[in-house]
């Protein structure tokens, strides 16, 4: 098994990259320790210490996740969140809070927050946050999983190129299965026909896009049959695969 030097077993992207994190506190010291805490589990961590340079950072970084102080300089992590979003709608967030009042948990859950944690707090328990967010996001997995993809109930063994879905065995022809894969490394990533036509067939179909939508319908048909749906069209931008709510 991977372990990352702490113990734990490694957490990588699901294309086996180091998972990106953004630090953002005006306490200096704290987001160093923080980040250096992130960083001991072998992520890629930048830090910000107000909205606007957290804002830069983001767009530079792309994470995966934050790590946001509510109390900032310059602004509330609340509207740093709202602009994050529109940077990358599907970041995972935990909030750091000195205050332990209801309304302050409950502001920033409906901001969209995924969670949260109150000063003084341990190390342990910001990096466990993180770890549970990232993978139940589907954003992560574990290096010791092999060659396999996890979104949600979503599983494809890449060696085996074996799919199943909440333990059922999917049968998917080779493009089926490319399509999927390329779904399946972008979670939560809007992808667009011209992206999707380049990644799956390498080529320019030479405007027809249509092919896409074919083969999109086609794995609708084998992956969400009967299921929650997990493939999503967006509107005029492209299609999106997501995990389930459970």
């Keep these: 098994m991977n372990t990352t030097r702490s113990g734990r077993p490694a957490l990588t992207r699901p294309d086996g990259t180091p998972l990106r994190v953004l630090v953002v506190d005006d306490d200096p010291d704290l987001a ?3 980040s250096g805490a992130l960083r001991y589990e072998g992520w890629r961590v930048h830090s910000a210490g107000d909205g606007a340079s957290a804002l830069t ?3 530079e970084l792309m994470p995966d996740a934050v790590v946001l102080d509510v109390m900032l300089p310059d602004t509330d992590g609340f509207s740093v969140l709202r602009s994050l979003h529109a940077v990358k709608p599907d970041v995972c967030v935990l909030f750091l809070t000195a205050r332990d009042a209801v309304e302050d948990r409950i502001a ?4 969209g927050g995924d969670d949260y944690v109150t000063k003084p707090f341990s190390l342990e328990e910001v990096v466990a946050r993180i770890r549970g967010l990232l993978r139940r996001a589907g954003m992560a997995r574990q290096q010791d999983e092999g060659p396999r993809l996890i979104v949600g109930d979503l599983v494809m ?4 190129r074996e799919v199943t879905r909440a333990g059922a065995l999917i049968e998917l022809s080779p493009t ?3 399509l999927l894969r390329f779904l399946m490394r ?4 809007v992808l667009s026909k011209t992206q999707i036509l380049d990644r799956v067939w390498s080529y320019d179909f030479g405007g027809r896009a249509h092919v896409v939508e074919l083969y999109i319908s086609y794995l609708r048909k084998k992956v969400d049959a009967g299921r929650e749906p997990m493939i999503h069209t967006v509107r005029g931008a492209g299609y999106v695969l997501k995990p ?3």
């Excluded at 920033?108 to 901001?111: L, N, Y």
């Excluded at 972008?186 to 990533?189: A, C, D, L, Q, V």
Aim: hydrophobic share 35%.
């Design 108 to 111: 920033g859950i409906t901001a």
């Design 244 to 246: 389930v709510s459970p």
């Design 186 to 189: 972008n979670p939560r990533r």
């Design 157 to 160: 063994d890449e060696e085996a």
């Design 57 to 59: 950072e983001a767009r």
């Design 32 to 34: 160093e320790v923080l």
């Design 176 to 178: 089926e299965f490319e």
